[in-house]
Nanobody, 115 residues
Framework: QVQLVESGGGLVQAGGSLRLSCATSGISFSAYKMGWYRQAPGHQRVYVAAISERGHTDYAEAVKGRFTISRDNAKKTVFLQMNTLQHEDTATYFC?????????WGQGTQVTVSS
């Protein structure tokens, strides 16, 4: 059974930091491209960042320079370090695992940034 479990969300003041984690099981983690997406109330889910199986990273323009995605293949976990948080970053953050025809999502973790 595939599981992606996000953690690390919470309430933080603008300018603060949070580190999200996504622990996985049931997949060959090192072979998967891992990503983070977010969904604000009343909006569609949008791309935030991704890291390839080789460690190459990519970011949405809105978070470049503030967020850092990383992975620990031994722990089968992907991280999202979020710095200089803004009110606009408030959303539910979802972890995604992608490998060819396989695509899995976590249940999400809420991030709320107070201005």
């Amino acid at each position: 059974q595939v599981q992606l479990v996000e953690s690390g969300g919470g309430l933080v003041q603008a300018g603060g930091s949070l580190r999200l984690s996504c622990a996985t099981s049931g997949i060959s983690f090192s072979a998967y491209k891992m990503g983070w997406y977010r969904q604000a109330p009343g909006h569609q889910r949008v791309y935030v960042a991704a890291i390839s199986e080789r460690g190459h990273t990519d970011y949405a323009e809105a978070v470049k320079g503030r967020f850092t995605i990383s992975r620990d293949n031994a722990k089968k976990t992907v991280f999202l370090q979020m710095n200089t948080l803004q009110h606009e970053d408030t959303a539910t953050y979802f972890c995604n695992a992608h490998y060819y025809g396989s695509n899995y999502w976590g249940q999400g973790t809420q991030v709320t940034v107070s201005s």
